[in-house]
């Protein structure tokens, strides 16, 4: 079963940083790409970032309102992908979760989230 | 950037009734198109991917069809666990990933 377990979540003033971990488990974490899609309370889905896996270089991507201060990561050895966000705005708070696309591009599997919130 | 525009932003319909939702695209995204089921309090769960093509375990009351730039996603009879809000995600053309604005479907 594919599990993915978001974590670092919590409270940081802007102008703050925080780093976001996402433990998978239950399939091959090495040969995947990883996303990172965020949602703000009662808004829609936002997709951030991603990256893909060794065999395509580690690549990433990101949305234009995160480009220069998000940055994604990953260990294989761990199974884990990161997502460092530096120089954070109010309006960045929101639920963070990563996911698992399956080989098209479709979001396959999601974890349950951590929540940001920034605020002074 | 392509644009995804779903309608409408809320559907009022009773259990055992059909429920149809629109997704739009500003340009043609082939069959490149996911739908997603949120529920308060939890993450987002694909239902359909390739336009038309379910998900694991997904019943079989949940439709979806269409290419280009028009979809529907169809629930042929709307059980009380359907109550929930609809995404629809493009992924021809990324990065970036987009996705609608919702649909929210609740009891009439």
């Known amino acids: 079963e594919v599990q993915l377990v978001e974590s670092g979540g919590g409270l940081v003033q802007p102008g703050g940083s925080l780093k976001l971990s996402c433990a998978a488990s239950?399939?091959?974490?090495?040969?995947?790409?990883m996303h990172w899609v965020r949602q703000a309370s009662g808004k829609g889905l936002e997709w951030v970032g991603r990256i893909r896996s060794k065999a395509n270089s580690y690549a990433t991507a990101y949305a234009a309102s995160v480009k220069g201060r998000f940055t994604i990561s990953r260990d294989d050895s761990k199974n884990t992908a990161y997502l460092q966000m530096n120089s954070l705005k109010t309006e960045d708070t929101a639920v963070y979760y990563c996911?698992?696309?399956?080989?098209?591009?479709?979001?396959?599997?999601w974890g349950q989230g951590t929540l940001v919130t920034v605020s002074s | 950037e392509i644009v995804m525009t779903q309608s409408p932003a809320t559907l009022s319909v009773s259990p055992g009734e059909r429920a149809t939702l629109s997704c739009r695209a500003s340009?043609?995204?082939?069959?490149?198109l996911a739908w997603y089921q949120q529920k308060p309090g939890q993450a987002p769960r694909l239902l359909i991917y390739g336009a038309s093509t379910r998900a694991t375990g997904i019943p079989a009351r949940f439709s979806g069809s269409g290419s280009g730039t028009e979809f529907t996603l169809t629930i042929s009879s709307l059980q009380s666990e359907d109550f929930a809000v609809y995404y629809c995600q493009q992924y021809n053309n990324w990065p970036p990933a987009t996705f609608g604005g919702g649909t929210k479907v609740e009891i009439k």
């Open positions: 996911t698992r696309p399956q080989g098209d591009g479709a979001m396959a599997s």
């Open positions: 239950g399939f091959t974490f090495s040969g995947s790409a």
């Open positions: 340009q043609s995204v082939s069959s490149n």
